[in-house]
């Protein structure tokens, strides 16, 4: 299940291993949102443990590093900006991209499904893998396109 957090729920943002330093309430301003995807307890029919947690920025840009990222935010931005994401099982990262992606998707404004990845192979393998492509790699960041199809949504 996915849901989006407020700031009362942001002490999950402090296990971000990758992008640590941005602070909860610039996570949460307007333009911004932060969603994580919690395991469903089968017995229960409830939702409890967060398996994965993702950042993301709309913008009006694609931004090629933080501070783009910071200039280029805008509540009304037809780019979907995944600045960081994380998991705490094997396969939730994929999967909160996946979901995230095609519930933006309905929101008829976003158009551009676009990662602001850290320049790791770890980062680089796992959009790669899971069907994104590469659109550019600078200095300090790269970015990664996941396509969304009418089909898959």
């Not at 931004?63 to 931005?77: S, T, V, W």
């Not at 909160?96 to 990845?117: A, D, G, H, N, P």
Request: aromatic fraction near 10%.
């Amino acid at each position: 299940m996915i849901q989006s957090i407020d700031i009362t729920e942001a002490d999950i943002l402090e296990d971000d291993p990758v992008r640590p330093h941005i602070s909860k309430a610039n996570r949460l301003t307007n333009g911004r949102e932060v969603f994580v995807l919690k395991d469903i307890d089968l017995d229960l029919q409830i939702s409890e443990k967060i398996a994965a947690v993702i950042c993301v920025a709309y913008t009006n840009k694609i931004p090629r590093n933080e501070k783009e990222l910071d200039l280029f935010n805008d509540f009304n931005g037809s780019n979907a900006i995944f600045y960081t994401v994380w998991s705490y099982r094997r396969g939730a990262g994929r999967e909160i991209i996946e979901q995230v992606s095609k519930l933006l998707y309905k929101k008829q404004w976003i158009k551009r499904f676009v990662t602001l990845s850290p320049l790791t192979e770890m980062a680089e393998k796992f959009h790669l893998k899971n069907g994104a492509q590469l659109i550019y790699k600078g200095n300090t960041c790269q970015n990664f396109e996941y396509f969304m199809e009418k089909e898959n949504v």
